[in-house]
Every structure is written in structure tokens, then in C-alpha cells.
Nanobody
Framework: QVQLVESGGGLVQTGGSLRLSCVAS????????MGWFRQAPGKEREFVAA????????YYKDSVKGRFTISRVNAKNTVYLQMNSLKPEDTAVYYC?????????WGQGTQVSVSS
């Protein structure tokens, strides 16, 4: 079992940057493909980005390509999401989980708010 704690969210202006972190506990983190997901008010949770166990393969939602970068440090049991050129439509609660996500893997998430 992997337990996850997200942090790093906040309020920024359009064009700003944030770096989200997700610290995992559990022995299977380094072997797991990890993902970032987000849920905006009134919308369903959606995939944002994923990274394979070694960090050598990454996937992104089309609307964040070129702006967001997912990375991981297995020695720290941590996965990151660097978000640049933020837009108001990026406003959401951001979660990490395995990819595909486990129903029991959702944490509290971290709020990202982008003002116009």
C-alpha cells in the first residue's frame, strides 16, 4: 500500500509558477507509475501527467504540454509537478496517485488557484 501527501499549492497570478510535491510512504513507490490528477469545481477529476517508475517516460494532458513537467526522486519517495505559465483554467485541487489510480490512494490534495 502507498500513502500519499500532496503539498505546494497556492494562489498565483496568470503566468506564474508553482511546484507541487507528493511524498509517498510504502515500499512499492519506486516500482509504481505515478500520476498527477486535478479536479476543478463542478467538474470530474482528470488526468494531468504521469511518469513511469524510472522517470524515463512521461505523459501529459494536451492542455498542459510545454507548461508542466513531472519528475520523481525515488530515493526521496517523492514525485513533483512543476507548473509554469499558469492559466485560470488550471485552477483545481491537485492530487497524486498511482497511474492508473487506486480508489484507496486519494489524499487530501493541494489547492491551486490562478487569478486572471
Amino acid at each position: 500500500q502507498v500513502q500519499l501527501v500532496e503539498s505546494g499549492g497556492g494562489l498565483v497570478q496568470t503566468g506564474g509558477s508553482l511546484r507541487l510535491s507528493c511524498v509517498a510512504s510504502g515500499r512499492t513507490f519506486s516500482a509504481s507509475t505515478m500520476g498527477w490528477f486535478r479536479q476543478a469545481p463542478g467538474k470530474e477529476r482528470e488526468f494531468v501527467a504521469a511518469i513511469n517508475w524510472s522517470g524515463g517516460i512521461t505523459y501529459y494532458k494536451d492542455s498542459v504540454k510545454g507548461r508542466f513537467t513531472i519528475s520523481r526522486v525515488n530515493a526521496k519517495n517523492t514525485v513533483y509537478l512543476q507548473m509554469n505559465s499558469l492559466k485560470p483554467e488550471d485552477t483545481a485541487v491537485y492530487y497524486c496517485n498511482t497511474d492508473p489510480p487506486r480508489s484507496t490512494g486519494w489524499g487530501q490534495g493541494t489547492q491551486v488557484s490562478v487569478s486572471s
